[in-house]
């Protein structure tokens, strides 16, 4: 495997978590909110 492409996938599997993560914010804020 090249580091590069090892380097791109733990950069896409972070966004990916840091959307998860947002998504479950907003969640919790309308949940909220109701």
């Known amino acids: ?18 959307q998860l993560l947002q998504t479950r914010d907003a969640f919790k804020n309308s949940e909220e909110k109701h």
């Open 1 to 18: 495997m090249d580091s590069r492409i090892l380097e791109k996938l733990g950069l896409q599997s972070q966004d990916i978590l840091k």
